[in-house]
């Protein structure tokens, strides 16, 4: 079992920028992919980007260029820096992770509110 724990999202003008980070606690050595994902009210989450213990990188096309993942293994933390925020943005984001052999991510944040005003 892993615990996550996000921090960081708020409020912010579009154009500019927010940083989250999720600490990961518990069977931290099966972690592989840690990712982000986001919820908009009325809209199915979708994934935002992801991130392999090695530090390979993929990003949803609506993020590409103004959003980075970045992860630190000692500190078991993920962490995503938005720049260039658009109101389409605004949406609940979420940690996640897998674990093991796993494709599906198995083990969720309780997510934190972004909200990007025109």
């Known amino acids: 079992q892993v615990q996550l724990v996000e921090s960081g999202g708020g409020l912010v003008q579009a154009g500019g920028s927010l940083g989250l980070s999720c600490a990961a606690s518990?069977?931290?050595?099966?972690?592989?992919?840690m990712g982000w994902h986001r919820q908009a009210p009325g809209k199915q989450r979708e994934l935002v980007a992801t991130?392999?213990?090695?530090?390979?990188?993929n990003y949803a096309d609506s993020v590409k260029g103004r959003f980075t993942i970045s992860r630190d293994n000692a500190k078991n933390t993920v962490y995503l820096q938005m720049n260039n925020l658009k109101p389409e943005d605004t949406a609940v984001y979420y940690c996640?992770?897998?674990?093991?052999?796993?494709?599906?991510?198995?083990?969720w944040g309780q997510g934190t509110q972004v909200t990007v005003s025109s």
């Open positions: 996640a992770v897998t674990t093991g052999w796993s494709a599906d991510f198995g083990s």
């Open positions: 518990g069977n931290i050595i099966r972690i592989n992919y």
């Open positions: 991130i392999t213990r090695g530090g390979r990188t």
